[in-house]
């Protein structure tokens, strides 16, 4: 590259910068859009699910051992007694109106059961329409269930002095997330998300605006060549992206206080190539498209669509069906995800990460390459 080619390169992001400047809407957006998802995302999107709204009928009222096994549920996290009833009709009416996820019907005869040594029947009644909840609503019941029988075993062998079969205990470790906190899991997550969006809509939309005002047609017809001109433009756009970046794994760590145990250099190095990638998308979908409304539509159609639900942002790749695994193989942003997760939680280096790093740059070069060919030097 001569130093003719640098100054017009040069002369191009500066035209650019000018017109950013003057665009302060765009602006703005640029840089309160990503603060706006990762505030969203970070407060607003749980994967914890606690405090499940739970209603009960207890015919058997009167009984201690009853209310020794509901102080199990009033005891625990992940319930929360809204009330108590004493007919179907009041559990059929609030679970329709969403009050409640779950009723818990206690018969009249349970503490008879269970002072007799038999198996105490407890009816469960879960809104079904949340199925993902419902699961995980029920997964909690059996769990508070099955330590009230354990327990109630331990106080039968030690009323005849035995001595209970001691069975296993689990010590789980948990490596990374000690506290399973889902937010350290969401917000890298969020940040690739925010890159890859961002970067293809900002300047899909810029050029597809110039192509509208007739203003791509003076550049067309100067001596800069088509190369020079898309990275001229592409300067701009990858500083405010990386901006972007910037804002995002700083309000990760203060804000919501995910840790980065990894190398801050290999993020700027893998965050580079992800955004070479993304904004030459977005170059090359402004070429396809013409018009702002265009470019907007197939930048959100190509980059939040696949980055929300092929990515493994929120739902895990691997139980997804075949077939949908394959075509996730084609989605940058999976790349990208798996390499902020584990440098954030993880601290892997390249040498975990060469997988995702190769493909990255893959990624990079087909796209900057598509770009420059496909922007031809012509009004069409």
Known sequence: MTGQSLKRIKAVAAKEFIQIKRDVRSLALAIAIPIFMLLIFGYGLSLDIDHVRTLIWNQD??????????????????????????????????????????ALVIPKDFSQYIESGKIA????IVDGSDANTATIALGYVRSVVSKYNVDLL?????????????????????????????????????????????????????????????????????????RELIIGKFIPYFIIAFFDLTVGVLMA??????????????????????LTGALSQGILISVNSKTQLMASQLASITTLIPTMLLSGFIYPIFNMPKFVQGITYFIPARYYITVSRDLFLKGNGIATLWDEALFLLLFALIMFTLAIKKFKKKVA
Not at 199 to 216: F, K, P, Y
């Open 154 to 226: 331990t106080e039968a062998f030690a009323s005849h002095g035995l001595n209970p079969v001691k069975g296993v205990n689990a010590h789980p470790r948990v490596w990374f997330n000690m506290g399973l906190i889902s937010t350290w899991f969401i917000i890298p997550g969020v940040i690739a998300m925010i890159i890859m969006i961002i970067s293809a809509l900002l300047i899909s939309v810029t050029i597809a605006r110039e192509w509208e005002r007739g203003t791509m047609e003076q550049l067309i017809s100067t001596p800069v060549k088509r």
């Open 253 to 274: 760590i203060f804000l919501f206080h995910v840790p980065f145990r990894g190398s801050y250099f290999l993020l700027i190095i893998l965050s580079s190539l992800f």
């Open 61 to 102: 009222a009167s009984s201690q051992v009853t209310r020794d096994f509901l102080l199990n549920f009033k005891n625990s996290k992940y319930f929360k007694i809204v009330g108590y009833t004493d007919n179907y009709g009041d559990i059929t009416r609030k679970i329709d109106r969403g009050q409640i996820m779950l």
């Open 121 to 124: 029947p407890l009816q469960l």
